[in-house]
């Protein structure tokens, strides 16, 4: 049940992303040429300010999605260490 709900967390995490790069990538250029007719100046550091917006919520959503990986190798690891050290305690009772 646990991993069915990270699995959701991660299919949201991953459409988070995606959304973070059209905002990077759609907004920035949508505000530039809505706002060129102002100046070509204006428009751009309007647009740049939509750019880095989008790219800061795409690396926060990336390590969100990195941390989550850590934490599964994580456990994966810790249950291996579990198997190996029960399989020495029974080992070292012979």
Do not use: N
Request: net charge negative.
């Amino acid at each position: 049940m646990l991993q069915h709900q990270q699995t959701r967390f991660e299919k949201l995490l991953s459409l988070l992303q995606g959304a973070s790069w059209a905002l990077a990538i759609a907004g920035g250029g949508y505000t530039f040429l809505a706002l060129l007719p102002f100046g070509f100046i204006i428009a751009s550091i309007i647009a740049l300010f939509f750019f880095l917006t989008g790219c800061f919520f795409v690396i926060i959503f990336e390590m969100a999605q990195l941390q989550l990986d850590k934490m599964g190798e994580l456990k994966k690891q810790t249950q291996l260490l579990e198997k190996l050290s029960h399989d020495d305690q029974t080992l070292s009772h012979h």
